[in-house]
């Protein structure tokens, strides 16, 4: 059984056939689209490029009995419980996402998760719209950057510091702060908001922004809180080992619902990432066939803004150096976290070369050299230390 019909569901499913487990398999989804890409959302179909993400349409090739529109509602002893049915399990994988997080207050808002609110957003957006976005973290960023283009009047509300300072930290997330003026954006760092009203945004401390549409973009939370009462121990998503084992018997985690024990990190790790979602799935079907992998990725994650190709590698939590590699002024630089004399992490713009060099520094786990790393001429992979 598989609760969950995105990405990490159906890479679920297709890594279990691919090992040759012939069994049978429930697929269950909250939506009734079948299971489609969501990095193109915000990027290719707001910009008009592309209508239809969807991953697979020949699902019944897999020969699952797949359920959509079945959002799960509840588990008990050995049985997943839907708003049609119950469905009783010897296995189950945990792959239900994640939603996004509403501000408060009556006017309406739009959020970007889902290829339906893609679509009804894109068929607003047209020059001379005025449209805020609460929120300058990835989402945010991508939603400006394709506002601007098809001619709105954007202005981005950030109650942080900077651009992407929860992702990345302040000091970093600042450098992205010039692009929005350059695409035409009105950047308010510092700002939080009120309530959502008819007609604009009540801002804290009084003020007022009017918007024609305003669109929510401060973040998902792992959708997990129908798994009250299951006991299924959650910790910002469901808590697992480092084989994506839930603390129940027979229940893996994958995705974005997933809190993975990391190794290499040595503390519970949670990504929103294209990337986790494609490859946990892989050590999720070996270990229900019976396997012991462990996964333990470099995360990576990448974002366009604004004309520019941002690639993120690692985690920089409990970092205790930043190293920039060029002018972070220009159009391609390069940050780098160190912990310990390692590479922790590393953010590129433009550069991904450094990007793949840095990614498999970080795997190696060696110490590199600080003026080499800080060297644009130098290759990342030249200065680690042997």
């Not at 792959?95 to 893609?118: C, E, F, K, S």
């Not at 498999?360 to 992979?381: N, W, Y």
């Amino acid at each position: 059984m598989i609760a969950g019909a995105g990405l990490a569901g159906l890479r679920t499913l297709e890594e279990l056939r691919a090992r040759g487990y012939g069994g049978a398999v429930t697929l269950i989804g909250a939506e009734t689209r079948p299971p489609y890409d969501r990095p193109p959302l915000s990027k290719g179909v707001l910009s008009g490029a592309v209508d239809d993400t969807t991953l697979r349409h020949d699902l019944s090739a897999l020969g699952a009995d797949v359920r959509l529109g079945e959002p799960a509602t509840g588990l008990g002893d050995g049985v997943l419980r839907t708003g049609r049915g119950e469905y009783p399990f010897d296995r189950l994988v945990l792959a239900t996402g994640a939603v996004p997080v509403p501000l408060p207050g009556p006017g309406p808002q739009r959020m970007l998760r889902t290829l339906d609110d893609a679509l009804s957003l894109r068929a607003l957006l047209r020059p001379g719209l005025r449209l805020a976005v609460v929120g300058a973290g990835w989402i945010g960023a991508e939603l400006a950057t394709a506002a601007a283009a098809r001619g709105c009047q954007v202005t981005v509300v950030e109650a942080g510091p900077a651009p992407l300072a929860a992702a990345i930290g302040a000091e970093a997330g600042a450098k992205t702060a010039p692009w929005y003026a350059a695409a035409g954006v009105e950047l308010r760092v510092g700002a939080g908001v009120s309530s959502v009203q008819p007609g604009g945004l009540a801002l804290a401390g009084g003020q007022w922004l009017p918007a024609d549409e305003i669109v929510t973009a401060i973040g998902i939370r792992p959708q997990v809180s129908w798994l009250a009462g299951s006991g299924v121990a959650v910790d910002d998503g469901v808590k697992t080992d480092e084989q994506l084992r839930a603390s129940a018997p027979g229940i893996f985690a994958a995705g974005d619902c997933a809190a993975f024990w990391s190794l290499r990190y040595r503390r519970l790790l949670r990504f929103e990432h294209w990337d986790v979602a494609l490859r946990a799935p892989a050590v999720v079907a070996a270990n229900l066939l019976g396997g012991s992998e462990s996964y333990d990725p470099v995360p990576y994650f990448w974002s366009e803004q604004f004309g520019r190709m941002v690639q993120y590698a690692g985690y920089h939590g409990g970092a205790d150096q930043l190293i920039w590699r060029g002018d972070p002024a220009g159009e391609r630089f390069a940050a780098c976290w160190l912990a310990g004399g390692k590479l922790a992490a590393v953010l590129t713009v433009g550069l991904p070369r450094d990007l793949q060099q840095g990614r498999r520094v970080i795997a190696s786990g060696q110490p590199v050299d600080t003026a080499g790393l800080a060297d644009p001429a130098v290759p990342v992979r030249d200065a680690v230390l042997r």
